[in-house]
């Protein structure tokens, strides 16, 4: 088989797999919350900044304090997902066919604990939150359950990927 890794399969690949890992960590979400009472980021208000953008609201005080808008728990949903995506894709390309082709654990895990940076240094703080939830009632819980979400997404990716290798490759 070749090496090398085309557009097509690369996208192919991030889709298939970056859906399955954020299915992944929203079921693990879904159990937190049943279990534990611990409730997931309401995706609305990543769609409701996502929206503010083109409007030139970059970042809010406290995104909980911003008015509603429409449609933003569709386009939040969806940005999820495609974050999913994008993520997956970042790491097809840095670990490439072979890990398609016979996934392992690690690289997805690392790469899963990797993507926490985007929530702490990026979402986080536009959301109105501070850098890495400081501005939080409880800044450590809040990171703490980021970076078990992003390392369950790892997780995700590593079993997404097995599943996929056996029925593609």
């Known amino acids: 088989m070749n090496e090398e890794l085309l557009l097509s399969d690369i996208i192919f690949n991030a889709i298939i797999v970056g859906i399955g890992a954020t299915l992944v960590m929203d079921c693990f979400a879904l159990f937190q919350q049943r279990f534990f009472s611990i409730f997931p980021l309401n995706y609305a208000l990543v769609g409701r900044w996502l929206i503010c953008i083109p409007k030139g609201i970059f970042s809010h005080k406290n995104i909980l304090l911003t008015q509603p808008v429409h449609m933003e728990s569709l386009v939040g949903w969806f940005a999820h997902y495609a974050i999913g995506v994008i993520f997956a894709a970042i790491l097809i390309v840095f670990t490439g066919n072979k890990w398609l082709i016979e996934p392992t654990i ?40 980021s970076l078990i979400a992003h390392t369950v997404f790892g997780l995700g990716l590593y079993l997404s990927a097995l599943i996929n290798s056996f029925i593609i490759y």
């Open 106 to 145: 690690t690289p997805s895990i690392v790469f899963g604990i990797l993507t926490v940076i985007f929530p702490y240094f990026l979402m986080q703080p536009c959301l109105g939150f501070g850098i890495a939830a400081a501005k939080t009632p409880k800044p450590n819980v809040a990171r703490i359950r």
